[in-house]
């Protein structure tokens, strides 16, 4: 009995335990199920909260896109003169201090080629020896140029256009002042030399700064109007600075050689006077220069990069197009001066003084018919497709090339309608060449790429010296045939680019050979991109949250 009560004793703790346990697990799972309810709502939380973190984000976003909108359309377009447009961040006086620059610039250049002839004679050169004499001057001159130039454009790179702009023209002066004192001929080259080496840095800057102030759909507009400035520089150089020593000498009773050495003064004070405007009043440093960052790269990275943009067959056009611009320049100044000067020192009885105000008469003439052109060929640029507009041009100026090649007298009319219009060739080359450029350079490398198309103008220029110069001697009309020659070949070239580039079947569906013809009127060019760069700054605030 006893047992009995005592078995059921135990069986009741059991239970009274296994419903102890069953209470705990259960409270136990209770437990659970609330903690994983909570984590659930925490989960939760921190999803809204994640949300809404990346809500806000895109509302950061999207009003920063449209404050940028309502900026861009807040600023007003700016134009000079209702001709063409300007950066934002270029000022009025930046940009007529550039044209400023053209304007010296040119004027100096093709000042002491033209002066030239009056020097050598008073060396004791004679006649059949100053041809070489010219092209030896101007080939010694062109190498300091292929040297320096390259180094300039990447030194503006670094530092920017006005150092460098201003530096050049001030090595400028340095070199026109003391080229009339040369004794020797060996001075007369060294002296060359440092004017070289001004003359890189001016003719690398020109491209950069336009490239740097005017708008991708204007710069054809701009270039007209800096071949106008370089045109008027031209125009001062023949018709004014050569009368001066006339004047001087029919005014006094100083000698050819003192006359010349004072213009040569004068002229040397115009370009420090220059380079002072062009440090102060050129923009300090452009914009786009600082938000590539070209500080972080090395000069020879920077060097590289410059030389694969060449690969492009635009700028590869625009580099020989520059070759026969610079060509045409030192025909129209070196070799077409001296034939005149030559031919009027030869039925004048001697006078030197008249027979260089007589070259710069009919040289100063063609550099007017160029300057009013260059507004022509800025018009075109814009207007039509800049690869036809350079072939035509290039066109243009093969046919004057062999109206002189084939004039017996330098005073015919025959002579005087060619010159006009190689002027107007050269002028126009200028425009059409210094326009490719500024369209298919990067912004990054501006002034690496202009440093480059410099070097090829100056190759032009190697080869118009070297081989013109020796042969003038034996032919006046050679050099004049040769670049007739060159002129053709670039033609040709500039037709085989506009088929391989500018062919769009969009245009005329169905139709290629309308859609071929009807790309020469339209211009469908655009502005080379650095897209990975553009990538890498579309959207800042979205690079920063990942």
């Given at each position: ?6 078995n ?38 921190n ?48 940009l007529?201090?550039?044209?400023l ?12 080629n ?68 040369a ?19 001016c ?144 039925i ?44 035509l ?63 090829c ?34 033609s ?55």
């Open positions: 009995m006893d047992s009995d009560i005592e059921n004793n135990n069986i009741n703790n059991n239970n009274k335990n296994n419903n102890n346990n069953n209470n705990s697990n259960n409270n136990n799972n209770n437990n659970n199920n609330s903690n994983n309810s909570n984590n659930n709502n925490n989960n939760n939380n999803n809204n909260n994640n949300n809404n973190k990346f809500e806000n984000h895109s509302i950061i976003i999207n009003d920063e896109k449209n404050q940028i909108i309502n900026n861009q359309t807040s600023i007003k377009e700016r134009t000079f003169l209702y001709i063409h447009k300007i950066n934002n961040d270029v000022s009025y006086m930046n007529l201090t550039s044209y620059g053209s304007f010296l610039s040119i004027c100096f250049f093709v000042f002491i033209v002066a030239q002839p009056d020097i050598l004679s008073s060396l004791g050169i004679s006649d059949d020896q100053q041809g070489r004499i010219s092209g030896n001057l101007s080939f010694c001159n062109e190498i300091v140029i292929v040297v320096a130039s390259y180094t300039w454009g990447i030194i503006s790179d670094k530092i920017g256009r006005r150092g460098v702009y201003s530096a050049g023209m001030f090595i400028i002066g340095i070199g026109l002042a003391i080229y009339p004192f004794n020797t001929i060996v001075c007369l080259y060294i002296f060359r030399m440092v004017f070289a080496v001004g003359a890189a840095s003719s690398s800057m020109l491209s950069a700064v336009l490239a740097d102030y005017i708008p991708f759909s204007d710069r054809g507009k701009a270039s007209g109007l800096l071949g106008f400035a370089a045109g008027g520089g031209a125009v001062l150089a023949s018709l004014v600075l050569m009368k001066i020593p006339n004047l001087i000498k029919q005014n006094s009773e100083l000698s050819s050689r003192q006359s010349t050495e004072i213009v040569y003064g004068m002229t040397a004070a115009l370009a420090i006077i220059g380079s002072i405007l062009l440090f102060f009043c050129l923009q300090r440093k452009s914009k786009d220069i600082k938000l590539m960052c070209n500080e972080k790269k090395n000069a020879l990275k920077i060097a590289w990069d410059g030389l694969k943009a060449g690969k492009k067959p635009l700028l590869s056009l625009a580099y020989g197009s520059g070759f026969l611009a610079r060509g045409d320049s030192a025909i129209a100044t070196t070799f077409l001066s001296l034939w005149i000067y030559q031919y009027t020192l030869s004048n009885g001697g006078d030197k003084t008249a027979a260089l105000s007589k070259s710069g008469t009919i040289s100063g003439i063609a550099q007017t018919c160029a300057l009013f052109f260059a507004l022509i060929a800025g018009f075109l640029c814009d207007r039509m497709n800049r690869i036809f507009a350079m072939v041009l290039a066109m243009i100026g093969c046919v004057g090339y062999f109206m002189l090649a084939f004039s017996e007298n330098p005073l015919t009319t025959q002579f005087f309608i060619g010159a006009c219009i190689i002027g107007c060739a050269e002028t126009g080359m200028v425009v059409s060449s210094t326009a490719l450029v500024a369209q298919e350079s990067p912004t990054e490398l501006r002034g690496s790429v202009s440093g480059f198309f410099s070097q103008g100056s190759i032009g220029i190697l080869v118009a010296s070297l081989l013109g110069g020796i042969l003038f001697d034996k032919w006046n009309g050679y050099p004049f045939a040769l670049f007739g020659l060159f002129s053709a070949v670039l040709i070239w500039g037709l085989i680019v506009f088929f391989i580039t500018q062919f769009k079947p969009s245009l005329v569906p169905n139709s290629p050979i309308k859609n071929f013809f009807k790309n020469f009127i339209q211009n469908n060019d655009k502005e080379f991109i650095n897209q990975k760069q553009n990538d890498s700054l579309k959207d800042p605030l979205i690079s920063n949250l990942s």
